[in-house]
């Protein structure tokens, strides 16, 4: 027997699929690459780890040149360098970063509220989570400009934002 990346590397990822999501798995398909006006990717370089992924990213955003890519990493990498807004953040405040997106979508009005209450339970403890953490106080912590943030927050908002983690 052989311990493999879908019980070790991939256990987070599952839990939180599962409790998020209901399914354990990604629910995302190559499709959804051409659809978008923005990526995010968090934490990874893509352009090694996932080439393929990566290349009909490139092709989408030929076809697309409207299309953003933030790219949330500590590192300057090739994925980062492909960036329209690399937000290279200290490493281990990715969820103060997330928290101050959803702070600066909450406040300004950016997020669709008749959605998120058809199809969401308790998003008001999620919104009472994220008050405090304004683009300000996530930009001392993250080590970024708050107008980075803010700027991050409002593509994000104006979808459809397909949001990739990925390994590498």
Not at 9 to 34: E, F, R
Not at 53 to 82: G, M, N, Q
Request: proline share 5%.
């Amino acid at each position: 027997n052989v311990d493999t990346n879908s019980r070790l590397c991939m256990s987070s990822a599952v839990a939180g699929y599962k409790q998020t999501l209901g399914a354990d798995a990604p629910p995302a398909c190559y499709d959804d690459i051409g659809l978008a006006r923005t990526v995010f990717i968090t934490g990874s370089n893509m352009a090694w780890a996932h080439p393929v992924l990566f290349r009909r990213l490139e092709d989408a955003r030929r076809a697309s040149p409207a299309l953003k890519l933030i790219v949330a990493d500590p590192r300057r990498t090739e994925t980062a360098e492909a960036a329209d807004l690399h937000l290279p953040l200290q490493p281990g405040t990715d969820v103060v970063l997330h928290h101050a997106l959803l702070h600066v979508m909450l406040w300004e009005g950016l997020i669709d509220a008749a959605f998120i209450a058809a199809h969401t339970t308790g998003f008001e403890a999620l919104r009472d989570r994220v008050r405090d953490y304004s683009p300000a106080q996530a930009a001392r912590t993250c080590g970024l400009k708050e107008a980075d943030i803010v700027q991050a927050a409002r593509w994000f908002s104006q979808g459809p934002t397909l949001s990739l983690y990925c390994q590498g």
